[in-house]
């Protein structure tokens, strides 16, 4: 089921499985991604990393994400666009600088328990029913149970992480850093220009994911380039000097020696064995 406004606002729920897979493929510019699998052994390639999601796991992609559906049983689809709700303009915590789309190499995987799976489908089925609406108030209506959808995935990713044991204010730094990263990857590749556009030192900013991630705030960048790499050498025919120089080396050598590092093959090796991408389900 699809809601489309007057100005260009677009919502989708679907029951996706073998048959419509398809769908998975259709998201366009500014549209985002919500997928609840319903049952077990679905398998996708996302970003050139193979995953196995299981029944009641819940996953969120953007536009930049490539994926490649290897096998689909059953998935509920969430879709919509940036003027039906940009995410960007409401609270931060389930915006882009939230911690389900800001894009970044992390892919958030949901794991919900049985109490907050009974609040999501009974959302979901309220969703169900505004969709079947044709009044002037359902575009405000399905906007609302959206933003209610996506703070209360907020909050179960944020208990399963243990964000709640962490101090607000030092999260908000994280998912800052975050963001930046998102926006400037391409041309600062250094702890200490983050930090800057921060107003913070970089010890400050290592010393805070020391104490909140398992990564370092230099993995966090070297990640993210890696993420784009594969991206690029998957996905497009661009010469590898070209995708080596979009993500910041100007030295086709060091790019091959920082994605080896990362990967474990020379860029040119990963390029040759990269797969169609073609449909396949059994």
Request: charged share 25%; proline share 2%.
């Amino acid at each position: 089921m699809k809601y489309i406004g007057r100005t260009d606002e677009y919502f989708e729920i679907n029951d996706v499985n073998h048959t419509n897979c398809g769908r998975l493929h259709d998201t366009q510019k500014n549209q985002l991604l919500l997928l609840w699998f319903t049952t077990d052994n679905n398998k996708l390639t996302i970003d050139s990393i193979d995953h196995t999601f299981n029944t009641n796991q819940i996953i969120f992609l953007t536009e930049f994400h490539q994926v490649k559906i290897n096998k689909i049983h059953g998935v509920k689809l969430l879709r919509f666009n940036k003027p039906f709700y940009c995410i960007l303009h409401h609270d931060s915590e389930v915006g882009c600088k939230g911690i389900l789309f800001y894009g970044s190499a992390s892919l958030p995987i949901l794991s919900p328990s049985d109490s907050e799976i009974e609040i999501l489908e009974t959302v979901w089925k309220m969703l169900m029913i505004e969709m079947e609406s044709k009044d002037r108030l359902q575009l405000e209506m399905l906007q609302m149970m959206l933003k209610r959808i996506l703070i209360l995935c907020t909050r179960i990713y944020k208990n399963q992480e243990n964000f709640q044991a962490t101090d607000t204010t030092k999260v908000d730094i994280i998912r800052d850093f975050n963001y930046l990263v998102e926006t400037h990857f391409r041309e600062k590749h250094t702890v200490a220009e983050y930090a800057t556009l921060l107003n913070k030192s970089p010890k400050t900013i290592s010393n805070l994911f020391k104490k909140i991630s398992k990564k370092t705030p230099l993995q966090f960048i070297q990640e993210r380039k890696m993420l784009e790499a594969r991206r690029l050498l998957r996905h497009t025919d661009k010469a590898i000097s070209e995708i080596g120089y979009e993500i910041g080396f100007n030295d086709i050598q060091a790019f091959s020696r920082f994605f080896k590092k990362y990967e474990g093959v020379s860029p040119s090796e990963f390029k040759s064995f990269s797969p169609s991408g073609n449909i396949a389900n059994s």
